[in-house]
C-alpha cells in the first residue's frame, strides 16, 4: 500500500514554526472540507470575480467517481480497435493532454491484451517522423487530443496524418470503403471545443471529456483512460485508489491527510525560501516527474491574487510573481553543490531498485547527507504501480492547496497565451517571406563567441533563481545524456537549482511558471536546423517553421518580461552542436 502519513525531515526551526502556524490555519478554516469535500472556490479567495472562474475548474475532484461507470466502455473500445486490426497507436497532444498518456505507457508498458501506444508532442519534424514513419497508417489508430480543439500542435498532427492515411487508403485495397477518419478518435471538451477539431464528425469515435477541469488536472479522464484502455490498463483498480486518496483527502486533520499534509508543505516552504522542488523518482515512476513538473509549475507560477487587486487600484505597480519550481530529472551531489532553496522529494516503489543510474548512486545515503545539512526532505512510498491512481490525486490536491498559502490561483495559465500570439505573429512573418531560426541564433561554430555570450548571460544570474534550458529539439537519449551534462555544469559551478524542457512541450508546461513566477529565471534556448523536413497539409509553413516560431515566440515573450535569454543555434546536428555547446560552456564557468 501507499503511504498516507507525509514522511518530511526538517531541521529549522522557523519552518517548524511557520508549517504548525499553516497546519492550525487549514484546520480552523476547513479548507479540506471545503476544497475537497464542498469543492467551495471561497477557499482561494474572496472575490466573486475569481470564484466563479475557480467554480468552473473543479471537475477533476470528481473525475474518478465520474468515469468508474465508462471503464466498461473503455474496454469495449479498446477489444474494437485490436479486432480491427490496429497494432499501434499515437496520441497527438501537448502539455496535459500528452503527459499522462505518456506516463501510462512507460510505467505500465503494453498489457497482454493491449497494444502500444506512443506520444507524439514535439513539432520538431524529426520528431514527427521518428513517430509515425515506420507505422503502417491503416494499422494505426490516430489519437486527436485537445481540451480546446484548436491546439495548434495536436491539428498539425492530425493534417499530416490524415494525408497518410488517405495516400495509403488510396494504394491500398481494403475490401470495404473507407476514409482516414475511420482511423482516427478524438479526445475534448463538448460543443465548441468539438467543433474546432478538423473532421469531426468523420472520426471513428469521439470521447467528450467533462468541460469543468483543465488540461492538467484530466490524468483521470479520458484524457488518460482512453490510452490506458488501449495499452490494457487496470481501469478499474486505477480510479478505485483514486477515489481512496480523495476521500482520504477530505479529512481535516493534516496528519491524516495526504493531500493536505504535502500542500501545505510545498506552500509553506515555498513561501520561506524554499521553492526549489526537487525530485528523486525510483526509474520504473520516472515518468511521473514530466507530469508532475507541468501540475505544479502551471498551478503555482501566478500572479499572486493580492498583486493582482493592487495593481487594478494602481496601475504602475509591478506585478508580483510567486511560483514552486519543480526540478526534475536533476542528478544528485553533494551538499556544496546547492544553496539554501531546495526541498528533496523522494519517490520510491516497492520492489525498484532505485532511480535511473544518471541520478546518482547510493541515493539514499546522499539524501540523509542533504537532510543533515538543512535541507527537507520528503519521503513518499507508492506500493504498486497502479497506486499511481492515487498519487494523481495527492499531487492534483496538495498543488491546488499549497495555492491558498501562496495566494495564487491555481486553476488558470494567464502566461501561456502570451507565447502562442507571439507564435503566431512569427509564423506570419515565415509565411511573407521572414528570416529563420538561423538568423536569429547564436552559432555553435564560433567557440570563442558563444563562450563570450555565455560568460555574458551567467552574469545575470540572481540570488536563488534557477536556470532554465530549453531544447527545440527532438528528444533522444543521447540529447538527454548530454543536457544532464550541461545542466550538471550549470548546478556544480552556480549552485543553482536547473531545469531541462524539450519544446514545444514546455510551452504548456514550464513555460507558465517562466513567464508568471517569481522574476528568477535565467534561460537558455537551444534551437537547430531541419534537414529532414515535413509540410504540414493545408498550411504554408513547415513543421521546421512552426518550431522555429514557438522558440522565437516564448524568447520574445521571457525578454518582454524582462528575463534574461540566450538563443543558441546547434546546427545541423544537433548532437556535434551539444558537444560544443558544453565545451564553452564549461570554459565559460571557468572564466566567469
Not at 394 to 407: D, K, P, Q
Not at 459 to 473: D, E, R, T
Not at 532 to 545: A, C, K, L, N, V
Request: include cysteine; charged fraction near 20%.
Amino acid at each position: 500500500m501507499t503511504d498516507i502519513a507525509l514522511d518530511l525531515t526538517i531541521k529549522d526551526a522557523k519552518l517548524e514554526a511557520a508549517l504548525a502556524a499553516a497546519r492550525d490555519r487549514a484546520v480552523k478554516e476547513a479548507w479540506a472540507d471545503r476544497a475537497i469535500g464542498r469543492r467551495d472556490p471561497s477557499v482561494w479567495s474572496g472575490s466573486d470575480l475569481v470564484q466563479r472562474a475557480i467554480a468552473t475548474r473543479l471537475g477533476w475532484l470528481e473525475a474518478p467517481f465520474h468515469f468508474a461507470d465508462e471503464t466498461g466502455e473503455l474496454e469495449a473500445f479498446a477489444a474494437a480497435a485490436r479486432s480491427n486490426g490496429f497494432t499501434t497507436a499515437v496520441l497527438g497532444g501537448m502539455g496535459g493532454s500528452s503527459l499522462a498518456p505518456a506516463l501510462l505507457a512507460d510505467v505500465f508498458g503494453t498489457g497482454e491484451d493491449g497494444i502500444p501506444v506512443r506520444v507524439l508532442d514535439s513539432t520538431d519534424p524529426a520528431a514527427v517522423a521518428a513517430a509515425l514513419d515506420d507505422l503502417d497508417p491503416l494499422t494505426t489508430l490516430f489519437i486527436i487530443s485537445s481540451k480546446s480543439g484548436t491546439t495548434a500542435e495536436s491539428a498539425s498532427f492530425q493534417a499530416y496524418q490524415w494525408e497518410r492515411i488517405d495516400i495509403a487508403l488510396g494504394a491500398a485495397e481494403i475490401g470495404r470503403p473507407a476514409q482516414p477518419g475511420d482511423f482516427m478518435v478524438a479526445i475534448t471538451d463538448p460543443d465548441k471545443s468539438l467543433h474546432s477539431i478538423a473532421h469531426h464528425d468523420q472520426l471513428r469515435e469521439v470521447f467528450l471529456n467533462l468541460p469543468d477541469l483543465g488540461g492538467r488536472y484530466s490524468a483521470l479522464t479520458y484524457v488518460g483512460l482512453v490510452p490506458g484502455a488501449l495499452l490494457g490498463v487496470d481501469l478499474d483498480r486505477l480510479l478505485e485508489r483514486a477515489r481512496a486518496m480523495i476521500m482520504a483527502c477530505g479529512v481535516s486533520d493534516p496528519a491524516r491527510n495526504p493531500g493536505l499534509a504535502l500542500g501545505i508543505a510545498m506552500g509553506v516552504l515555498a513561501a520561506n525560501g524554499r521553492d526549489k522542488l526537487t525530485f528523486v523518482i525510483d526509474r520504473e515512476l520516472a515518468a511521473f516527474g514530466p507530469w508532475v513538473e507541468q501540475l505544479i509549475a502551471e498551478s503555482t507560477g501566478k500572479e499572486t491574487l493580492a498583486s493582482i487587486a493592487a495593481r487594478e487600484r494602481n496601475k504602475d505597480l509591478a506585478p508580483i510573481g510567486v511560483g514552486v519550481v519543480p526540478v526534475d530529472g536533476e542528478p544528485l551531489a553533494a551538499p556544496a553543490a546547492y544553496g539554501n532553496d531546495r526541498v528533496f522529494v523522494r519517490i520510491t516503489l516497492d520492489g525498484s531498485d532505485g532511480p535511473d543510474p544518471s541520478i546518482g548512486s547510493n541515493v539514499d545515503a546522499r539524501l540523509a547527507e542533504l537532510a543533515a545539512a538543512g535541507h527537507p526532505l520528503i519521503r513518499i512510498n507508492v506500493g504498486s504501480k497502479i497506486e499511481l491512481g492515487g498519487e494523481f490525486i495527492r499531487w492534483e490536491v496538495a498543488t491546488a492547496l499549497a495555492s491558498i498559502v501562496l495566494g495564487i490561483e491555481p486553476f488558470d495559465q494567464p502566461n501561456v497565451e502570451e507565447a502562442k500570439i507571439n507564435t503566431r505573429a512569427v509564423l506570419a512573418a515565415f509565411e511573407s517571406g521572414g528570416a529563420g531560426v538561423a538568423d536569429a541564433a547564436l552559432g555553435v561554430s564560433g567557440e570563442a563567441a558563444l563562450t563570450a555570450a555565455l560568460k555574458t548571460h551567467l552574469g545575470k544570474l540572481v540570488h536563488n533563481g534557477y536556470a532554465s534550458i530549453q531544447a527545440y529539439v527532438a528528444q533522444t537519449p543521447a540529447r538527454d545524456k548530454a543536457l544532464a551534462g550541461i545542466r550538471t555544469l550549470l548546478r556544480d559551478r552556480t549552485r543553482r537549482a536547473t531545469t531541462v524542457g524539450y519544446g514545444p512541450r514546455l510551452l504548456h508546461s514550464t513555460g507558465q511558471l517562466h513567464k508568471g513566477g517569481a522574476p528568477i529565471g535565467w534561460f537558455l534556448q537551444l534551437v537547430a536546423e531541419h534537414p529532414e523536413e515535413r509540410s504540414i497539409p493545408g498550411q504554408d509553413y513547415t513543421f521546421g517553421q512552426l518550431i522555429d516560431a514557438q522558440a522565437i515566440g516564448d524568447a520574445r515573450t521571457i525578454e518582454s518580461h524582462h528575463l534574461p535569454i540566450l538563443r543558441v543555434n546547434l546546427g545541423g546536428d544537433p548532437d556535434a552542436g551539444l558537444a560544443a555547446l558544453e565545451r564553452a560552456l564549461t570554459a565559460a564557468l571557468k572564466e566567469a
